[in-house]
């Protein structure tokens, strides 16, 4: 079996055989590997597997971790995933990071979070300001199977990270530390912190700066562990805090330069936003997969729940709205390589709509499901547990509200210079399967007067055909989403100043809200146009892109051409075919272990 990097970025399997995948292509390599993941953990529906869905409701009673879960993506070195290549792991795309996380967040978002993904949002802050040195340090910390944790908010401040007051006052030698950092994950067991701070006591974006403090060195009576928290979703994650007393760490801590870590900060949040909310699907893929199971075992009236026409459109609403957010994340990840000025504002409208819109699927699922939404154990045990769990996505280090706001000031500006003026997205923003070029770290921009995404858009109305009822459909749907378009053009430019901040009035927050479902409509179409001539006929077909387009529509309070028959009819198909070829319901249509 073959597994990750060494501590030394050697690749190769426990017995020192070569990695075959090493020197091959993009795709070959995110596919093996995904194969690899399922392999190792095991069908989780079968119980005596020891990553099993039962054995992770286990794990989330007591209120942990699955040791076994952890020690299988020990031994698949999972780590090695969030390391560049550049410096001895697999990290070369953030989308076939996404794909890799989706297999661990489809048995449990705890896991997920808990064993490695904050481990990564703490590491870009390393990969895209660090220096060298401390570049080498993280990697050889991670690939070692270390941990490391992130600090940006305190409780007092929420997501005005701004206004923190945890300080790192300047002193020969390096920085002391003095304050509190509240719901830390993995603060306990992280041999390494990345911590948000402020350096100077004026106030202003230039007052904070970012620390890369690892734990070996640290003076243990200047610092301590906060209590651990009780969690309501995710359960098995070490939330606690950390509390430094005048601790010293050395200047060769400090990530990029002093009095930059909100610049610092926000360009990692536009990876990270992007990746995070994509990985979630899995969890909704497992939700639809179980309430499918459920609808087609159901009798009612001698007959199966699936018979029942709203559980029937349900289930094909449910899976539309994963391959609209799979699109949307899909079009966001991709930019960070091939538009990386302009991900500021798709990566805000990710981490934005994508949690909101799984969140608002499994509620329409748990209405199919019934009184067995509230089970916590047994077949539907883990549809509660993915529930439960998937909110905690939604808050994180940035929460719905605070992506609007990264949103609303740019809104004036893009209305001015980008839509209906700028050039559409170049085809490999869409074409999921092809490779990119490595992650341009130095290229991410705060903000951007350009928007390929909504110019795709624009530029699909006169390329799409319309033969067809369905392809007519779509071209429709385009067609309005490009009048809402202009309506939002012009209700941005007549905003008054102080609707272009964060303290803005409700109507900013809803054109934001607008404009991100706006972005997931134009990755739709994109995706579509990209397949029409791919190896997957369901992604070729226009049925589901036009049903996903009405969708949107509804969401928008649009009304939109009424769909051929056929497309309801292709979507209940391809849903049905997953489930019982076992295979995931988003872009990739992947093999699934169980």
Known sequence: MLIGTSASGAYGASSGAPDETHDAGQEARVVARVAELEQRLGDPTDERG??????????????????????????????????PRAHGGRLERIDTLVRVMRQVFRRDIAL????????FMAGVNVWASGDDEQRARLARLLLDGGKVSVAYHELAHGNDFVRNEFRAEPVPGGYR???AKQVINNADRARAWVLFSRTDPAPGSRSHSVLFAERDGLDEDRYRVLPRYDAVGVRGCHLSGLDFDGCQVPSS???????????????????TRSAVPGMALGATDTNLRTVVGFALGRQLYRRSAMEIPHARATLSAAFLDLLI????SLAATRAVHVLPEETSVYAAAVKYLVPKMLT????????????????????FGIFQKHVRDLPVLSLGHAGSAACQATIIPQLSRLAKRAWFAGDPAPPTLFRFREDL??????????????????????????ELPSSTPEERAVHGSALRMMDELRQIQEQSRGLEPQDRTALASPGSFALADRYAVLLAAASVIGVWQQARDGDDPFLADPAWAAAALQRLGRRLGRPLPDLPESCERRVHEEVLHRF???RSYDLYNTPLAG
């Open 50 to 83: 020891e990553v099993s869905h039962a054995r992770l409701l286990e794990a989330d009673e007591a209120g942990e971790l699955s040791e076994p879960g952890e020690r299988a993506l020990d031994e698949l070195v999972l780590n090695a995933d969030f390391v």
């Open 112 to 119: 997920g979070l808990g064993y490695g993904v904050t481990s």
């Open 325 to 328: 957010c799979d699109s949307l």
């Open 437 to 462: 070029p490595p992650i341009p770290f130095d290229r991410l921009t705060l903000a951007s007067g350009r928007d390929s995404l909504s110019a795709s858009l624009v530029a699909a109305v006169d």
């Open 360 to 379: 608002d699927a499994m509620y329409d699922l748990s209405i199919v499901l019934g009184a067995r939404f509230y089970v916590r154990e047994g077949e």
């Open 177 to 179: 530390l003095d304050g």
């Open 580 to 582: 019982h070829e076992n």
């Open 253 to 271: 801590a400090l990530v990029g330069e002093q009095g930059k870590g909100v610049e610092l900060a926000l360009r990692a949040f536009q990876i």
